[in-house]
């Protein structure tokens, strides 16, 4: 059986077991204050494929997943998204 597909607007951070599929609306890397050249993170803004304007996220890729999603995130693709941490801002 498929796995269902959950949307942006349900989210909250008790559940750990989200099947999103999302667009990467926008994407920038966030350098190093004392060292320019070197990516501390990238930020995302994120749009499920529902595609209504009020369903987007803002998600932070740190260091240790820069190395595995950096070259692979590209902006307007569609990625499928699973088992990750929410946290309340």
């Not at 966030?30 to 995302?44: A, D, F, G, Q, R």
């Not at 595995?68 to 990625?79: D, I």
Request: hydrophobic share 40%; aromatic share 12%; no cysteine.
């Amino acid at each position: 059986m498929a796995p269902t597909e959950d949307y942006l607007a349900d989210i909250h951070p008790r559940y750990h077991e989200w099947n999103f599929n999302v667009y990467v609306i926008r994407m920038w890397e966030v350098p190093s204050k004392s060292n320019p050249k070197v990516m501390t993170h990238i930020e995302l803004i994120l749009q499920d494929s529902k595609g209504s304007l009020g369903d987007r996220l803002h998600a932070v890729l740190n260091r240790p997943m820069l190395k595995r999603w950096g070259g692979v995130l590209t902006e307007f693709k569609l990625f499928n998204m699973r088992s990750f941490i929410v946290i309340e801002n």
